[in-house]
């Protein structure tokens, strides 16, 4: 699941200590998290798409070459 520190919450993972990311993570459904979400401490969110390589405008289509009249 996707989720998020609820506002005012700062919430680290457990072993690690390290803090959830403000902008939400992925984690798993264990108990830890299930239970940090019915206290209030996180939320869960929809999964926001990591930031890919930014978009390159298309090129211009090439006109193909006018064919000569047949003779």
Partial sequence: MFVKPADGRAVRWPGSMRLLK????KVPETSFWLLALKHGDIE????QASPAAPEVAASPAIPEPEKEPAA
């Fill in 22 to 25: 403000s902008d939400g993570e």
């Fill in 44 to 47: 869960e969110v929809k999964e």
